[in-house]
């Protein structure tokens, strides 16, 4: 038996190699699909970071300073550029997400088309007022732009900016030093220092990949959005005051205060804007009470996918050790109830067939939908097992059992695969009675005894003392009587 057991359990380790070859298979198909998420991209729009409208102005700052003494004076001009900018009081966005599924060889990507309407209102422009530092000094300042920032601008379709009734003419770029992608208006000079404010409106038509980001530049933000998505992810720095989400779509609202975020001094301060996923910044408090990040303030939707079949595969190919383990037992469970006797290599076989589930898994999910791929791996599985334990143990009526046992198995493992926050609950109390199942079965066996029966040594047997006999019954004469005559 000890020997058995050590064989079974160079087995086990054979079979743990071989999943982890699956799972490198599986990791490599992952890969893949992300090379192609970033071919599409290349191709069409990465993830879109909308930011804006906001105006700024480039200033120019001089003074004449006089250097050196006697004939070596002489006058040097020096200079100080910086940015004036002008953040709305007022922001509304009311956007709608459609989405469009794009496809490189056998992975697919989910991009969106954005159509928004957004309106921007300023107070009185008085930050666009340059301040002079030096006395005497001459500033020189460019025309207010009105500027919006977009993370990929090839994503552009259509854009319509007015301010006031008048629409403006549109320019590629920003003219901004750090957010240069987007497109931009020229304002009169009239705007500078304007006591009334002015509102404009901008209707922009945006194409993007995965993900949507938005920074809230407003004094008072209100955002509104709408998708035919059913699988929202929202994340970064807020999250939506109302949110709604059907097997139909999702429809989200933020409404955010300059009071609750720094975008507006993020943005003025040139800080980089972060999307999501990897590159969201994780706030950490340091030394003097400051933050580590250094990115602004933003927010996100990433339309993601839930069935992904490799993350699904992913997490299946976990389970498969313990897939080997419940089978193994069950087998045992046959050979010690039925004193059978199960060949080494019959296990490797049964495990290289629970193994070769996994591998069917992944392959077929790349060309059927992942409950079908899971469906038919399944069954082909169950059905050779079956068949094979039938021969195995004997006879069909064991084989059927086992058959049955592994597909509950199955079907446990899709359940687990659906859920989401009670995975790890549902998997234990399925443990757990799976233990106890094979303790109940097996609460009457000797184990000891496998031992003995298997021909090892056995326990001495008691010794017995032999039974008196009356000494008439013996034939013996008694030394006290005399013997008669015969």
């Not at 020189?140 to 990929?152: E, K, R, S, T, Y």
């Amino acid at each position: 038996m000890f020997i058995k057991l050590v064989g079974l359990a160079a087995i086990v380790l054979l079979l743990m190699v071989g999943l982890g070859l699956i799972e490198d298979v599986v990791r490599d198909r992952q890969r893949y699909r992300s090379m192609t998420a970033q071919s599409v991209a290349d191709s069409l729009a990465g993830p879109q970071t909308l930011m804006g409208p906001m105006i700024h102005s480039a200033c120019v700052e001089s003074w004449d300073v006089e250097t050196g003494k006697g004939e070596e004076r002489r006058t040097v001009e020096q200079r100080r550029e910086f940015l004036l900018t002008a953040m709305p009081e007022q922001l509304k966005l009311r956007t709608g997400a459609a989405m469009e599924e794009r496809a490189r060889g056998l992975h697919k990507v989910n991009t969106y088309n954005l159509k928004s309407h957004v309106t921007a209102q300023w107070g009185a422009l008085n930050s666009l007022q340059p301040q002079s530092t030096v006395k005497g000094s001459r500033m020189h300042c460019g025309a207010p732009i009105l500027m919006v920032a977009v993370g990929d601008a090839r994503g552009i379709r259509m854009a319509q900016v007015t301010l006031g009734e008048q629409a403006l003419p549109l320019k590629p770029g920003t003219f901004h030093p750090t957010y240069t992608r987007g497109l931009h208006a020229g304002l009169p000079e009239s705007v500078r220092g304007r006591a009334e404010g002015l509102t404009a409106t901008l209707d922009l038509e945006l194409v993007g990949t995965e993900r949507l980001s938005i920074v809230p530049l407003g004094g008072n933000t209100e955002v509104q959005m709408t998708s035919g998505w059913p699988h929202p992810s929202f994340s970064g720095r807020f999250l939506p005051s109302e949110r709604e989400v059907t097997k139909d779509g999702f429809s989200a609202q933020w409404r955010l205060s300059s009071l609750a975020t720094t975008a507006q001094q993020d943005i003025a301060n040139s800080k980089r804007i972060c999307v999501g996923g990897q590159d969201a910044p994780n706030e950490y408090a340091v030394p003097g009470g400051g933050t580590a990040s250094d990115c602004a303030d933003s927010f996100s939707v990433a339309f993601i996918d839930p069935v992904n079949p490799y993350t699904l595969a992913d997490r299946a190919t976990k389970y498969g050790v313990l897939f080997i383990a419940l089978t193994f037992v069950a087998v045992g469970l046959f050979e010690l109830m039925k004193k059978l006797r199960v060949h080494p290599v019959q296990y490797l076989l049964v495990g290289s067939a629970l193994c070769s589930f996994f591998l069917l898994l992944v392959s077929l999910s790349e060309h059927v939908a992942f409950g079908v791929a899971y469906g038919i791996a399944a069954t082909a599985c169950v059905l050779l097992l079956a068949y094979y334990a039938s021969h195995m143990l004997g006879s069909l009526a064991r084989g059927i059992p086992l058959g049955a046992g592994i597909a509950l198995l199955y079907g446990l493992l899709y359940v687990l695969l659906q859920l989401e926050q009670t995975a790890l609950v549902v998997g234990s109390i399925a443990l757990f009675l799976v233990l106890a199942a094979v303790m109940v079965a097996t609460r009457k066996v000797n184990w000891y005894g496998l031992n003995a029966s298997a021909g090892g040594p056995r326990p001495p047997a008691p010794r017995r003392e032999p039974p008196s006999v009356p000494p008439a019954a013996s034939g013996l004469v008694s030394p006290q009587q005399p013997a008669s005559p015969a």
